[in-house]
Structure formats: C-alpha cells, structure tokens
C-alpha cells in the first residue's frame, strides 16, 4: 500500500490526461464520482468537448460495508489483467482497459457513455435481442480459450498462479454457497419469507449439493472466469453490450460464469411479477428472457463444441465421447450455479433491484419464494436436466 492515496475527483483528472492522449493540452476537465457498486470509488472525467474517460479505484475496504472489511488493493491488478486477457480473447464484447497503475490500485478505461447497465435496462422491462448470442459469444471465446483445451500443461499453469484472487473468491465462497444456507448475520430476509428462508437451514440434502457446487469453485480451475457475470456487469445499447468488472476473475468451473448469468436473467424472470403489473407487458417481457436464455445456452454450446472439435490442442482431450460428457458437465454445473445464484440474491448480502424495486413486501415474497424453489430445484436436479428446455419447463410448474 506504499505510496497509495484515495483519490479525489481533482487526482482523477490528472491521471486520466497523465495516461491518455484523449484530452489535448487546452481541454477544460471535469469529473464526478458516480460508482454504486459494492467495491469501488468510480469516476467519470469529461473535458469540454464532451470527450470522456472512466478511472476506477480499488478502496482498501469493500465500499458497501465500510472500513470494517478491509480487502485487497491487488483486485485492481486482477481486474485489469482479466479484462485485458478477454479483450484479447472477444474485443467486440470486453470493455477496453486503457492504462492500470498498481500502485494507486485505479484503472483507466473507456467510458460506455453511450451504453447502460443491463440490470436496470431489464428491471424497466426493456429488450435486447442481441443479448444472448453476443454473450454467448463472449462466454465461448474467454472460456474456451483460457481452458486446457487451448493452452498447453505449464503456459495453463502459470496462468492458474497468475490469476489467483484468494480474497475476492472468499467473498463469494462465503457470500454464495454458505451464508444463505446458515444464519448469519449478513443475510438480508424480507420477514415475509423467512420460513422459507429457515428452511434452507435445515435442508441436508440440498447443502450437499452446495457443497458439491462449492468444491468445484474451490478445485476446478477450468478456465479463466469473470468471476462475477451477474446483469450489472454488463453494459448494453442497441447494438452491442460489453462486459466490465471482473475483479473477480479467477480460474475456475466453466459453469460458474455461465450459471451466473443464468441465474441473472431468471432473477429478471421472476422479478417482473412483482415489477410488471400489466399481464401482457408481463408476459412478453418473460416470453423474452425465457427466449433469451435458451439461446444463450444453445449458442454458447455450439461454440463452445465447434471450438473443441476444430481448435483442441490437447490430443487426450480430442476424444468426442469426451468431449460429449463434458459439455453435459459443463450444464449440469451451470444450472446448480444458477440455483446458487437465486438462492444468495434472494436472501443474502447482495441483493438486486430485480427484487428490491418491488416496493410491496408481500409481492416481492411472491418472486422471492418462486426464486428458492427453482434454486433448489436447478441445484438438486442439474445432472437430471439434459437440456435448457427442460429448466424452462421448471419454470412453468413453479407454485
Ligand atoms: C461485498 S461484495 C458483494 C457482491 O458484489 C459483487 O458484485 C459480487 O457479486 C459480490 O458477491
Ligand atoms: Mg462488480
């Protein structure tokens, strides 16, 4: 930490134009800090011609809860170096980082000032087609080509030791697969569920499976993830949407980036019954993310296989009955992460305006208690579900 400060909004401007060509000697600047996130101290620095550029500044603490949490600068290190990999890897779909100083721990990067963030666009009831195959697309390229199926046994090795992020994966460690299934202090339960909340604490059964799910995160570096592929990491427009944040990155289960992100989007899903009173605005809104999460599975396995087949590297791991059984795997695996995923937002720490912009409780209980069960469910039946449909047909016979 020597040498390191937090920044004020005056320091960001001077490290935007110390590290960028973008603003010229004559430009007028201006910045705010505008970040919201659970982590991080975000600034936007703008000169007169409407030019912009982001700095993002790890704060020694996590910004949600305050300096009793202390944590690691070094995150911004694994940010940058994540984002900078999977650009590399999906420059279309990957925010572009444009300097990173350690020692300040802060980011330069471009501004998506003509995007939003994909959390509020779907919690307004608003539509993407593009969503899904352009993630897919993101998701196939930064898995597969970081996996062991593209890089040779000690370049994959040195990469698992490069991304290690011991820190950032004990949050999720503790916040996605133990905090929702004990009584801890950090969750966060609307009292209208709470039966059903301690339900979760009694079900041996399903922390088995959880634990199953946790050990994989724990002792599977199969790719290198963005650690984080939840709706508020995603920018969007009409065109295009591109990933930020992935301070969690880390090399693990393939499906625990994709799971994530199914989890989001049936987050959404069960969200705009208490969002949406409208029926038909309601209906179409669901009809289109259960679309789009169809496709996404569709269209990430048939890159991800097309990749296997022409690009494997590994001659052991050419085996098409292999390869077969690991994509069943790799579902299997995404589905039980997208049970977690439901199950945390719902009743731990970090909750999502998917939920908590439904104002009445007992509506917000509604999606609440429909997002434990198809958690449980995606959890306990993920090896029995042999294809995306068949979780869409889950969907329909929730109580
Ligand atoms: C204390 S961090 C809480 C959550 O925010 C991040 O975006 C991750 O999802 C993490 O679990
Ligand atoms: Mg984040």
Redesign the pocket.
């Known amino acids: 930490m020597a040498g390191y400060h937090t920044f004020t909004t005056d320091d960001a401007m001077r490290f935007a134009d110390e590290h960028s060509g973008l603003f010229g000697d004559h430009s007028k600047l201006s910045c705010e800090e505008f970040g919201d996130?659970?982590?991080n101290l975000v600034f936007r620095v703008e000169n007169d011609k409407g030019t912009s550029l982001i700095v993002k500044q790890a704060l020694p603490y996590?910004r949600?809860?305050g300096e009793s949490w202390p944590l690691t600068i070094e995150r911004a290190r694994i940010e940058a170096e994540v984002l900078i990999a999977h650009r590399k890897l999906c420059q279309q779909h990957t925010v572009e980082v444009l300097h990173y100083d350690p020692v300040q721990a802060a980011i330069l990067m471009e501004d998506l000032k003509d995007y939003r963030i994909l959390r509020a666009e779907l919690v307004a009831g608003r539509q993407y087609p593009h969503l899904a195959p352009q993630l897919a697309t993101y998701l196939a390229n930064t898995l597969y080509y970081t996996s062991d199926f593209a890089l040779t046994g000690p370049n994959k090795k040195q990469q698992v030791g490069r991304f290690l992020n011991p820190e950032l994966c004990l949050?999720?460690e503790d916040?996605?697969f133990t905090d929702p299934y004990c009584n801890h202090e950090r969750n966060n339960i609307n009292g209208e569920i709470r039966n059903d909340a301690q339900q979760l604490w009694h079900d041996e059964a399903l922390q088995a499976e959880v634990a199953q799910l946790k050990a994989d995160f724990l002792s599977k570096p199969q790719a290198l993830l963005h650690g984080?592929m939840?709706s508020?990491s995603i920018f969007v427009n009409d065109d295009n949407c591109k990933v930020i944040?992935a301070e969690?990155g880390f090399y693990g289960p393939i499906g625990f980036d994709v799971g994530s992100l199914l989890g989001n989007l049936l987050l959404n899903y069960l969200g705009h019954f208490g969002l949406t009173a409208d029926n038909t605005k309601r209906e179409q809104q669901q009809s289109y993310l259960l679309n789009q999460i169809d496709m996404l599975w569709q269209q990430f396995a048939q890159q991800f296989k097309q990749l296997l087949s022409n690009e494997c590297r590994e001659p052991a791991l050419q085996n098409s009955l292999y390869q077969q059984r690991f994509m069943q795997q790799i579902l299997a695996d995404s589905l039980g992460y997208a049970g977690c995923e439901l199950i945390r937002r719902t009743v731990g720490?970090?909750q999502v305006a998917d939920f908590t912009q439904i104002t009445d409780t007992s509506t917000r209980a509604h999606s609440e208690r429909k997002a434990l069960q198809l958690g449980r469910e995606l959890i306990m039946q993920r090896h029995e579900l042999s294809s995306i449909n068949q979780l869409l047909t889950l969907l329909r016979y929730l109580k």
């Open positions: 996130g659970n982590l996590a949600c809860v949050i999720t916040l996605f984080d939840h508020g944040d969690f720490l970090a």
